[in-house]
């Protein structure tokens, strides 16, 4: 039988003492989109959060965490963050900054504490997933134990819905 897999974002919520439920998807690697794995694993887009690093050119790496139907605005981000502009960290620059790769970026257990900024309507669920830091697994755990864990602030930093 092989061992379950534990990722570094599950080993910081079991020592905070934080449930989380790992809900596994089977992985396509001609769809990353968080719309695949939402459906895959059965929930609605907007309980299901996707993780982009983004730089500021006043403040460095930036977290924020957002359904996966939606898409970040910049404009409305750089103005949050106390910046004149902010740009997507670049795929190859990931994993050296984060410790994740894309498709796996958990906002839980990056290399260094970034500012993180969660959509505010996150604070319509009560438990919403996010990555467990490895392609194949989210996590499902409280909206207000993950805000407390990652110390992020709520905002709608959101392009409007289509």
Excluded: W
Aim: hydrophobic share 40%.
């Amino acid at each position: 039988m092989p061992k379950p897999i534990k990722t570094n974002a599950m080993r910081q919520l079991d020592a905070a003492r934080i449930a989380y439920e790992p809900k596994t998807y089977e992985v396509d690697e001609n769809d990353l989109s968080g719309v695949h794995i939402a459906e895959q694993i059965g929930l609605p887009f907007e309980r299901t959060f996707k993780t982009l690093v983004a730089t500021g050119d006043k403040t460095g790496p930036l977290v924020f965490c957002l359904p996966v139907h939606r898409e970040i605005d910049l404009k409305k981000a750089a103005a949050l963050t106390g910046n004149k502009k902010i740009e997507m960290v670049h795929v190859k620059d990931l994993l050296a900054l984060t410790g994740y790769i894309r498709g796996g970026c958990s906002p839980i257990g990056m290399k260094k504490k970034f500012p993180t900024y969660v959509h505010s309507s996150a604070l319509d669920h009560e438990k919403i997933t996010v990555s467990a830091g490895c392609k194949g697994i989210q996590l499902l755990l409280s909206v207000r134990e993950l805000l407390a864990f990652l110390n992020a602030q709520t905002a709608d930093f959101c392009l409007p819905e289509a």
